[in-house]
């Protein structure tokens, strides 16, 4: 029988030490989904005349030109706008090729933001996904794309947090797979400062 992964620190007497993790913290998101959106992008390079839609995928996105102003409840009224970048490709002449588009749209949201006395700044991030269901291109600097459009939007911060742990991950040789010729630990030994 396979022994499954776990630590090497035995739950039953007690946690064996500290550690801090480096992360991010949300302190607030929301979603907008939008199941047929119609948007109309704008292309950083023209594209000729004649040429064939094939396909577009969103790159990233970002809140640009917000304001944020005190609202009820604990929340701020962030008002901005919501900059994503596209991937479109297209076929002139028997070639593929690839142009960048963006889409600007306005928004405006109740978020929770972190304490404004913390000398670490918060950030709202952006993430957007979009299933291109069909498109078109409709001028020389502009594609038209329809689908399913969803945008994650969330405030963080990172941060150092403590928490209690049982130790590194101890893991089981495979069966089979046993390899004498490697001494030592995995990860790094943490220093006692007790």
């Known amino acids: 029988m396979a022994v499954k992964a776990g630590c090497d620190g035995d739950f039953r007497d007690g946690l064996c030490c500290r550690m801090v993790i480096e992360t991010k913290r949300v302190f607030d998101g929301c979603a907008f989904t939008d199941e047929n959106v119609s948007l109309a992008l704008t292309t950083e390079q023209q594209i000729p005349q004649g040429a064939v839609f094939i396909a577009a995928r969103v790159l990233d996105s970002e809140l640009v030109d917000y304001t944020v102003s005190p609202g009820s409840d604990c929340c701020c009224r962030v008002a901005g706008d919501i900059v994503t970048r596209f991937a479109v490709t297209y076929s002139s002449n028997g070639q593929l090729t690839t142009v960048h588009a963006f889409y600007r749209e306005s928004r405006e949201l109740l978020l929770r933001l972190p304490d ?8 709202i991030e952006i993430r957007s996904y979009m299933s291109v269901a069909s498109g078109a291109i409709i001028g020389p600097n502009a594609v038209s794309v329809t689908g399913c459009m969803l945008q994650i939007i969330k405030v963080t911060a990172p941060v150092d947090i403590l928490v209690p742990t ?21 990860f790094p030994e943490p220093v006692d400062n007790r």
């Open 166 to 186: 049982y130790g590194y991950c101890k893991y089981p040789p495979c069966t089979g797979c046993v390899c004498r010729g490697l001494t030592g630990n995995i």
């Open 116 to 123: 404004g006395n913390s000398l670490v700044p918060y950030s």
